[in-house]
Nanobody
Framework: QVQLVESGGGLVQPGGSLRLSCAAS????????MGWYRQAPGKQRELVAT???????NYADSVKGRFTISRDNARNTVYLQMNSLNPEDTAVYYC?????????WGQGTQVTVSS
């Protein structure tokens, strides 16, 4: 059983910053990659960023240069630093973790960018 606990979401003004955290716990043998997805109302879930076990990162074009994904392997935790936020970033953000044979999803955390 693996549980992903997300935190850090909330309401922020345009141009502001937030940092999301996702901690994985439970019987995880190893983690191939960790990442973040988001889903806005009326839209499909989309990739935001991923980071592999080797540290390779991948970003959506819409967030490249503004968001930074990082990880703490010792704590099985992934972070998403979000800078220069705009209203288009408003969505529910979901953490995901790929372990051997299984893709795990967090419960989602709301990020709202509004004045």
């Amino acid at each position: 059983q693996v549980q992903l606990v997300e935190s850090g979401g909330g309401l922020v003004q345009p141009g502001g910053s937030l940092r999301l955290s996702c901690a994985a716990s439970g019987s995880i043998l190893s983690i191939y990659y960790m990442g973040w997805y988001r889903q806005a109302p009326g839209k499909q879930r989309e990739l935001v960023a991923t980071i592999s076990s080797g540290g390779s990162t991948n970003y959506a074009d819409s967030v490249k240069g503004r968001f930074t994904i990082s990880r703490d392997n010792a704590r099985n935790t992934v972070y998403l630093q979000m800078n220069s936020l705009n209203p288009e970033d408003t969505a529910v953000y979901y953490c995901n973790v790929l372990s051997p044979g299984t893709l795990h999803w967090g419960q989602g955390t709301q990020v709202t960018v509004s004045s």
